[in-house]
């Protein structure tokens, strides 16, 4: 359980960096430069990344067993994971869907976890999920409020994006659904050992 903490904190720690400090992420790529921080800030996210992965599949092996729900939430589960990859695409494709959701990545991961904490109702939710979903959807709430207050105080950055269009919502929710496919019947099964619909 120990490396999955370690590497929560690593992971979501980076990305917490402006939620805890706006000025002090601008201080930190004024001393070591745009890109030296973003190296170190890959780094970092990616040892974060690898130690949860490999954490929560050894806390797996042992489950520390803290709920359980009907299996009836499995289908909720797999209901509020439908837009999830519509999302993650309308993040970086400006249209309807980006401007509705405004965070569209943000919400995205709330409903990934949300959702993922929900579907434990098969074997049990463990100490290990509460950790590992419960930390990312606190996480992204977080960041959400932060992201509100930062664009009330004029303190957030702008970053170029692609023009916005029509075309730019079908290819993220044709793109998005597909994904949603690829995953449930194959890809979640083949990288994760679990098969969302058996």
């Given at each position: 359980?120990?490396?999955?903490?370690?590497?929560?904190?690593?992971?979501?720690?980076?990305?917490?960096?402006?939620?805890?400090?706006?000025?002090?992420?601008?201080?930190?790529?004024?001393?070591?430069?745009?890109?030296?921080?973003?190296?170190?800030?890959?780094?970092?996210s990616?040892?974060?990344?690898?130690l949860?992965?490999?954490?929560?599949?050894l806390?797996?092996?042992?489950?520390?067993?803290?709920?359980?729900l009907?299996?009836?939430?499995?289908?909720?589960?797999?209901?509020?994971?439908?837009?999830?990859f519509?999302?993650?695409?309308?993040?970086?494709?400006?249209?309807?869907?980006?401007?509705?959701?405004?965070?569209?990545?943000?919400?995205?991961?709330?409903?990934?976890?949300?959702?993922?904490?929900?579907?434990?109702s098969?074997?049990?939710?463990?100490?290990?999920?509460?950790?590992?979903?419960?930390?990312?959807?606190l996480?992204?709430?977080?960041?959400?409020?932060?992201?509100?207050?930062?664009?009330?105080?004029g303190?957030?950055?702008?970053?170029?994006?692609?023009?916005?269009?029509?075309?730019?919502?079908?290819?993220a929710?044709?793109?998005?659904?597909?994904?949603?496919?690829?995953?449930?019947?194959?890809?979640?099964?083949?990288?994760?050992?679990?098969?969302?619909?058996?």
């Open positions: 359980m120990s490396w999955l903490v370690l590497g929560l904190l690593l992971f979501l720690g980076v990305h917490s960096v402006a939620i805890v400090s706006p000025s002090g992420r601008d201080q930190l790529v004024a001393r070591l430069g745009e890109g030296p921080w973003k190296g170190l800030y890959s780094l970092v990616a040892v974060g990344l690898g949860i992965v490999w954490g929560y599949g806390a797996r092996e042992n489950p520390v067993l803290l709920y359980s009907p299996g009836g939430f499995r289908h909720l589960a797999a209901l509020l994971l439908l837009p999830v519509v999302l993650l695409l309308a993040a970086y494709l400006p249209g309807r869907i980006q401007r509705a959701a405004k965070h569209p990545m943000l919400l995205a991961v709330k409903l990934w976890a949300f959702a993922h904490l929900l579907a434990q098969a074997t049990g939710g463990s100490l290990a999920d509460v950790l590992l979903f419960g930390g990312f959807l996480w992204a709430v977080a960041d959400r409020i932060s992201l509100k207050r930062r664009a009330q105080a303190a957030l950055r702008t970053v170029p994006a692609l023009p916005a269009s029509a075309a730019n919502d079908v290819i929710v044709v793109g998005g659904l597909a994904l949603y496919g690829l995953t449930v019947m194959w890809a979640h099964g083949a990288l994760f050992g679990v098969r969302p619909f058996g």
